[in-house]
């Protein structure tokens, strides 16, 4: 048939194409494959002393509360920010099953609603949760739009409620009693980062991309500000966005020792693959939202010359909870998993202590001072941290380990 | 081309039909004449699942009931109704139509004077369609001009050319088929209408008195044309003969000083063609000049004051039917197709 | 096809009509337009205010199988319904109506949503308006939106519309991530609301209470469903009905098919900014996000699936789309695939949507139907006489 | 349309960011990376013009927008990476000789083909012929294909989640010379020049061959193609299916420029930009997608340099479609898939 032949021409003729392409990359192989000169080896870190005296969620067993009291996670389940939600209402449900297993006089429930991470959907299930009255602490939400969309119905309500993952430094300023943030803002992250890259990684010319979400803009505006002189340029991508080479030509004009992506690793990892392609020779550093598996997987060997930044505890390395993530739900804790099981856990234990509704439950927020798994919980009067740590990673053999607090 | 585009339409022979009648005389310079609307017909392609009325009984039962006074009255009501062949109303002055290298028309010159039926006729391809739609602002002329009443009207929009006075039906049949044949009606009465956006979102006074008398006017119209019992059935629906009423309908509701009809007869048997030839007599009768674009000569000859030729483009003849058809270069450009061919 | 008797009787004509009256169509819920258009008109006000009135008491009746409860509080999953059926009415007068493909409708509703944030949100250092004032300057912002985008698109062929009004939407959720003025993601919190304090302290039209903002709503799209109404039986509905079937014959038979299609792209386009104002006051917070292509095509869903050229079928479209995934929220994340297949499935099997019906035209219709009833029983009445006369002949000779 | 948005940013104090101007040229820039810009654009804009060539053709025969056919590529990109991946590729480059590397390349672009091929084949029997058979108003087209496309996509989404594919690279581009200061990599030279030569190939295709003149003859008027003894139906898939075949070769270029870019609602702007090239080009002219595809390219690229930001690249090509489609509605070649003449 005439498509055969026309499958048939225009194969052969790409073949000639890619024939006389690949001869001439053939012949100026080399060069390209030289790894980075500037990149500092920072030894990894392979123990994490976890607190001694960390707040678990199984408590001392002898737990006593009514029945039908009820916590609830709100926030995505569904939609293309699903797996950020699974990972955090995993480590919720995790906290919770434990506790019902050591303490048969305390059974607390567990409820979910789905927001698809939508500002605009979210005031109908947070709405629904406040109404539902057996719900005296929630887990959510996990992004910063619709936190922001919703605080008030919170506030109002009186139900606290703990973000695993909502970042944004200005939820804190909203006068909101019910909002506490489980993890550093981007104003911590910040600072630290641009530490990381001058004194850690001795780089001096640094070159800031920002992605345009209210997380990329945000800590670019920080790191800017951090790094001050050592900014030699700055550029703008989109989400979504997959062929960066602009930027790339600006950034290789530029010669920069590294580049600071603020953004997700969705576009990141093409990104620095891109740089690397183009010959670029400097680090490329990511805060959290850039460090995660995919970034390997999408970036490959562009990968090694990459670093991270990220106010987590590298959850991996604290065993017992990953191995007990792991038997629950067939799969490695993700982002965020353990900040969702601690969150947890301080409501639960909150429970334990006969904090059985709201206005008690909050007061116990409010006042809580001890170890997490990965982090001591202590909130300022709007909801932060009283002291966040940040964490830095590198990819080593196509995995990314941590090496070690730097802020 | 010019075939009715829904084959599944039956077709009944019309010498089975009863309610045939003789043809009578146009009586003009009396308004509407009783007889002229009985004998328009009925509906020639009748189709049982859609209720076509017998137009010709229900016109008698209209005539008996009197209503059939008001119907040129309801239909152009603020009109005067001056039927004498009197000063050119339309001027077509040297038009040239090119497509790219193409020339359509050549140097087109004639005229039509208020109150004629002009026949405009030529072989395929000769540039009629062309020429009609230089007129109606369909295309623009290249060069040479189109006056109405003396003002040009080269290059206006269409709707201005419309509702200066040049209506227009289709040779394919263009209906809104989702719209009844009133409502199809009215949007011709719209070109007159003057109720603002604003006006009908709070219906102002004027818009209730626009509506009120465009569904009267409406239905006078149809009433007119024979398919008045149709009204609320959709054009789509309608047989193909009421259709192309309908057409003339619409472009008769827009109030026009000159009627150009394109191709009315296309798929008529020569019955339909004899009621049309009354209708569009009738039409003249009530003070419409009238365009007409044939292909059927024994309609044309029959019905027009006047003809034009036009001939690869050119204009070869003008003048009375009797002496267009002894005009030699008339005849050479027709020899060979039949006389009667029904397009 | 041809023999069938001559003479009609007053049924067959009553039939004729009910069948006029479908536009002659059968369709699903055919049988209730028919009874419908036969009704007396108190009788149609009766049924209206009944209606009405179960619609009003919708939310706080949370029926049960209805209700989207436990996952989404009720009351709000209704507002957001009636957001929905309100922006299918406005994307109604320009897909439906004058079959005009606007892929970027969302656009306006972003319009209408950062007009209510602008003017009210304490994030916007422009002057602060009270918020019921926000809901007409949004209608007017966006429309004015409209005649811009429209002015220059609009003389271009239907399909380069659709895909001009897509970059549209796109460009609009650009700028409002580029322009800091916009904020981006951070948005702005705090939109207004209407005034009014409950008993309790807590303001009457609070981000959580879904039932007043509901009657809003609903309000809202009475009044607008009177004004297209108006609109639709008028020279207005009927231009664009006209641009919709063959725009070049509309144009033709003297409708100024540019200025219709302007006005019948500003309208959707006020229309949207109004539901996206009603929107952000209820969501209270307006960001760049969801303002995308894929909601746009929600939309046009909406209006197919309910039957586009027709408001009822908008309306129950336009909420049919926003509840179900709200009351299957396992399936949220099939909606898109399975709206994108009802938009093939309908197109292919019945183009004229759920609840299909001709638009009505005329201010006095019921004056062309009395009328063509008088000449069809005038007509009934002198075949019945002459087949009595052919029958009087026929058997005297018999005799 | 957008000196309303300008003048509104100058209404509003923009007292929520540091920089004032969210609109500032930045020329120096522009200067500086002209020609990296220009190479790169053109490099992207060879892809573009490919799958601008399936719009055109089916615009051209059928008068509709296909918004279908960025799903009939995005499917060609998931034939390549699966095709790739399964012969063990993966992220970095596999040590093999440039034989090796450019069968495996072929044989993923034979797959990537029939993914597109299929899916443009299945596109036009479900979505568009049933509608053709019952005569159904543009419109009617226009809402299927925006279903389909929708369909096709979160089709995609559901089975294969919300992340890119994982990568596969083939080979690192590797610089061969450079023009005016800047390097032309193996990697570009291999899309362009293979880009043009599989239009140049599809132009003559069209121009020459008896189902050219069926495509050219049903383009020009289907009825009267239909009364010579033109088989429409079949026109129209063949169409479809070199529509397809473009967009798999597409998908191959796309996957080696931009390994990590295969996602489920991946094609659907590139689509928009794609169909953008075409109607710059002028609809329905083969050449003129080759133009337009190459000018979005590098339009695109330019403005993002010059505005400093990547947002503007979409924002400018819509902007200078629209001014196309207003200056020139039948785009910049302008002429007809019919009227193109053998």
New interface residues.
């Given amino acids: 048939m005439a498509s055969k032949r026309i499958i048939g021409a225009v194969a052969a003729a790409a073949a000639v194409m890619l024939l006389t392409a690949g001869c001439v990359n053939q012949s100026s192989t080399g060069g390209s494959t030289s790894s980075a000169a500037s990149k500092v080896d920072l030894p990894a870190q392979t123990t994490i002393s976890v607190p001694k005296d960390a707040v678990l969620p199984a408590g001392d067993g002898n737990a006593k509360c009514s029945s039908g009291l009820t916590l609830a996670y709100i926030g995505a389940e569904t939609g293309p920010n699903a797996q950020l939600g699974i990972n955090i209402y995993n480590g919720v449900q995790l906290a919770i099953d434990q506790h019902n297993k050591a303490n048969p006089g305390c059974q607390v429930q567990f409820k979910k609603f789905d927001t698809e991470g939508d500002p605009t959907k979210a005031t109908g299930p947070v709405t629904q949760a406040v109404n539902e009255k057996d719900i005296i602490g929630v887990v959510g939400l996990p992004f910063s739009g619709e936190s922001q969309a919703t605080g008030g119905i919170f506030e109002q309500a009186g139900l606290v409620h703990i973000t695993a993952s909502a970042t944004n430094p200005g939820l804190t300023k909203n006068g909101w009693t019910t909002f506490f943030r489980a993890l550093g803002n981007d104003n911590v992250q910040g600072p630290a980062a641009a530490t990381f890259i001058t004194k850690e990684l001795k780089d001096k010319k640094v070159y800031v991309v920002q992605d345009d979400s209210d997380y990329g803009i945000g800590l670019s505006t920080a790191i800017q500000k951090s790094l001050g002189s050592d900014v030699v340029g700055t550029d703008k991508v989109t989400t979504g966005q997959k062929d960066f080479s602009a930027t790339v030509s600006k950034i290789v004009n530029a010669k920069p020792d590294a580049v600071f992506y603020s953004g997700y690793y969705a576009e990141g990892a093409p990104f620095d693959q891109q740089l690397v392609n183009k010959g670029y020779k400097g680090v490329f550093v990511g805060p959290d939202g850039v460090k995660d598996d995919q970034f390997i997987k999408l970036a490959g060997d562009a990968s090694n010359n990459a670093y991270f930044t990220c106010p987590c505890i590298p959850g991996e390395l604290i065993k017992s909870f990953s191995d007990q993530y792991q038997s629950a739900f067939n799969a490695a804790p993700g982002t965020y998993s353990i900040e969702g099981y601690d969150s947890a856990t301080i409501l639960l234990a909150g429970i334990d202590k006969g904090n059985t509704d709201r206005s008690k439950l909050k007061d116990w927020v409010k006042s809580y001072n001890a170890d997490g798994l990965s982090k001591h919980y202590q909130w300022d009067s709007v909801g932060e941290l009283a002291k966040s740590t940040v964490y830095g990673y590198k990819v080593d053999n196509g995995k990314i380990v941590s090496v070690g607090v730097i802020g | 081309m010019s075939e009715p585009r829904d084959e599944k339409r039956?077709r009944?022979p019309v010498e089975n039909d009863p309610n045939l009648g003789a043809v009578p005389e146009s009586v003009p310079n009396e308004g509407p004449a009783d007889a002229d609307l009985t004998d328009i017909g009925p509906d020639p392609t009748?189709?049982?699942?859609t209720?076509v009325?017998?137009e010709a009984?229900?016109a008698?039962?209209?005539a008996e009931?009197g209503i059939d006074e008001e119907v040129a009255e309801a239909a152009a009501s603020e009109r005067e109704i001056a039927v004498e062949v009197g000063e050119k109303i339309i001027e077509v002055k040297a038009v040239t139509v090119k497509f790219g290298g193409l020339t359509a028309l050549d140097d087109v010159t004639f005229h039509i004077n208020r109150g004629e039926i002009l026949g405009l006729i030529g072989p395929n391809g000769a540039g009629k369609t062309t020429a009609f739609n230089a007129m109606?602002?369909?295309y623009k002329p290249t060069s040479g001009d189109v006056l109405l009443e003396g003002k040009s009207i080269k290059g206006k929009?269409?709707?201005r050319i419309?509702?200066a006075g040049l209506?227009?039906t289709?040779q394919n049949i263009?209906?809104?088929?989702?719209?009844?044949a009133?409502?199809n009606v009215?949007?011709?009465l719209?070109?007159?209408?003057k109720?603002s956006?604003p006006g009908?979102?709070?219906?102002s006074p004027r818009?209730?008195r626009?509506?009120?008398s465009?569904?009267?006017r409406?239905?006078a119209l149809l009433e007119f044309v024979g398919i008045?019992?149709s009204?609320?059935?959709?054009s789509r629906?309608l047989p193909y003969g009421s259709q192309r009423r309908l057409e003339i309908a619409?472009?008769l509701a827009?109030d026009p000083k000159v009627l150009c009809l394109d191709e009315p007869a296309a798929g008529f048997n020569p019955a339909e063609k004899d009621q049309l030839m009354d209708l569009i007599r009738t039409i003249r009768a009530d003070g419409y000049t009238v365009l007409l674009i044939e292909h059927d000569m024994r309609l044309v000859m029959g019905v027009c004051d006047r003809i034009v030729v036009l001939e690869f483009g050119k204009k070869i003849a003008d003048g009375s039917p009797a002496e267009v058809r002894a005009d030699q270069r008339v005849i050479s450009a027709y020899l060979g197709e039949p006389d009667d061919d029904a397009a | 096809?041809?023999e069938?008797t001559p003479v009609?009787t007053t049924r067959?004509v009553q039939l004729?009509?009910s069948r006029?009256?479908l536009?002659?169509r059968k369709q699903f819920l055919g049988g209730w337009r028919r009874r419908w258009n036969r009704m007396a008109r108190w009788q149609q006000w009766l049924f209206l205010i009944i209606v009405l009135a179960a619609v009003y008491y919708l939310p706080v009746a949370n029926p049960w199988l209805i209700t989207t409860e436990p996952g989404n509080d009720f009351p709000i999953a209704c507002f957001q319904m009636a957001v929905y059926a309100l922006v299918a009415v406005g994307l109604n007068v320009v897909v439906g109506f004058a079959g005009l493909l606007d892929l970027g409708y969302i656009a306006f509703f972003a319009i209408g949503s950062y007009t209510a944030a602008f003017f009210t949100s304490p994030d916007s250092s422009l002057i602060h308006i009270p918020y019921l004032w926000t809901l007409p300057l949004a209608l007017g912002i966006a429309m004015l939106f409209g005649v811009a985008l429209g002015l220059p698109t609009l003389r271009l062929r239907g399909d380069y519309l659709a895909i001009v009004t897509l970059g549209f939407g796109e460009i609009i959720r650009i700028l409002a991530t580029i322009i800091p003025a916009a904020r981006g993601q951070v948005g702005f919190k705090e939109v207004g609301h209407p005034p009014g304090t409950a008993s309790d302290g807590q303001p009457i039209f609070s981000v959580s209470n879904g039932v007043p903002w509901y009657w809003l709503a609903v309000t809202v799209i009475i009044v607008i469903l009177l004004?297209v109404g108006?609109?639709e039986?008028?020279?207005?509905?009927?231009?664009w009905?006209?641009i919709?079937?063959?725009e070049?014959?509309?144009?033709?038979?003297?409708?100024?098919?540019f200025k219709f299609k302007l006005?019948a792209f500003a309208i959707g386009a006020g229309v949207g900014g109004l539901s996206g104002a009603l929107f952000a006051g209820q969501v209270g917070f307006v960001n760049n996000q969801k303002f995308d292509v894929a909601t746009s095509m929600l939309f046009v869903a909406a209006v197919v699936l309910g039957g586009s050229?027709n408001k009822v079928g908008a309306i129950l479209g336009g909420a049919i789309v926003a509840y179900i995934p709200l009351r299957f929220t396992a399936i949220a994340d099939y909606k898109y695939l399975i709206f994108g297949i009802i938009l093939i499935v309908l197109m292919i099997f019945r183009p004229q949507g759920l609840v299909a019906a001709?638009?009505h035209?005329?201010?006095?219709s019921r004056?062309?139907?009395d009328?063509?009833s008088e000449?069809?029983a005038?007509?009934v009445?002198?075949?019945q006489e002459?087949a009595a006369a052919a029958e009087a002949a026929k058997g005297v000779p018999n005799e | 349309m957008l000196a309303t948005l300008f003048s509104l940013s100058a209404a509003l104090p923009a007292s929520v960011s540091t920089d004032n101007s969210w609109i500032n040229f930045d020329v120096t820039s522009l200067l500086q990376n002209f020609w990296p810009a220009t190479f790169d654009g053109l490099t992207f804009g060879a892809i573009y013009a490919l799958i601008a060539l399936g719009y055109t053709l089916v615009y051209g025969v059928l008068n509709l927008i296909n918004f279908a056919h960025s799903e009939v590529f995005i499917m060609g990109c998931y034939g390549v990476v699966f095709t790739l991946t399964s012969l063990g590729f993966g992220p970095n480059a596999p040590n093999l000789s440039i034989w090796a590397i450019i069968f495996n390349l072929i044989l993923a672009m034979l797959v990537g083909m029939v993914f597109s091929v299929v899916t443009a084949f299945v596109v036009e029997r479900v979505a568009y012929r049933p509608l053709r058979r019952r005569g159904a108003s543009r419109l009617a087209f226009l809402i299927t294909a925006l279903g389909a496309s929708f369909s096709i996509q979160y089709l995609i989404f559901l089975v294969r989640g919300s992340n890119a594919e994982p990568a596969v690279t083939m080979f690192i581009p590797t610089p061969i010379f450079q023009v005016f200061g800047a390097i032309i990599d193996s990697q570009q030279l291999t899309i362009v020049i293979a880009a043009i030569v599989m239009m140049v190939a599809t132009d003559q295709y069209i121009r020459r061959t008896r189902v050219g003149r069926g495509i050219r003859a049903v383009a020009q008027d289907p009825d009267t193609a239909t009364l010579m003894g033109v088989n429409k139906d079949r026109i129209i898939v063949t169409t479809f299916v070199i529509g397809g075949i473009l967009a798999g070769a597409a998908a191959l270029f796309y996957v080696m420029k931009v390994p990590s870019g295969v996602i489920y609602n991946g094609g659907f702007v590139l689509g928009i930009k794609a169909f953008a090239a075409a109607v710059l080009g002028g609809i329905g002219n083969v050449r003129g997608a080759l133009l337009g595809g190459l000018l979005i390219g590098v339009i695109g690229n330019y403005g993002q340099l010059l505005l400093g930001d990547s947002q503007w690249t979409d924002v400018v090509a819509f902007i200078v479609l629209v001014l196309v489609l207003l200056i020139r509605p039948s785009g910049l070649l302008g002429q007809t898939l019919g009227r193109s003449r053998a």
Avoid: C
């Fill in positions: 039956e009944v009748p189709e049982a699942d209720d009325p017998d009984e229900l008698e039962v209209l009931a109606t602002g369909v929009k269409q709707h419309t509702r209506a227009r289709f263009r209906l809104f088929g989702e719209m009844t009133l409502e009215v949007v011709g719209d070109a007159r209408h109720t956006v009908a979102l709070v219906r818009h209730y626009e509506e009120k465009a569904v009267e409406g239905i008045a019992e009204a609320n059935t959709l629906h619409r472009a827009t | 096809m041809s069938q009609r067959a004729t009509e006029e009256a536009g002659g004004l108006n609109l039986r008028s020279r207005v509905g009927r231009a009905i006209a919709r079937e063959d070049d014959a509309a144009e033709i038979m003297g409708v100024p098919t006005w050229g001709k638009a035209l005329l201010t006095y004056l062309a139907l009328k063509v000449f069809r005038a007509r009445a002198s075949e002459k």
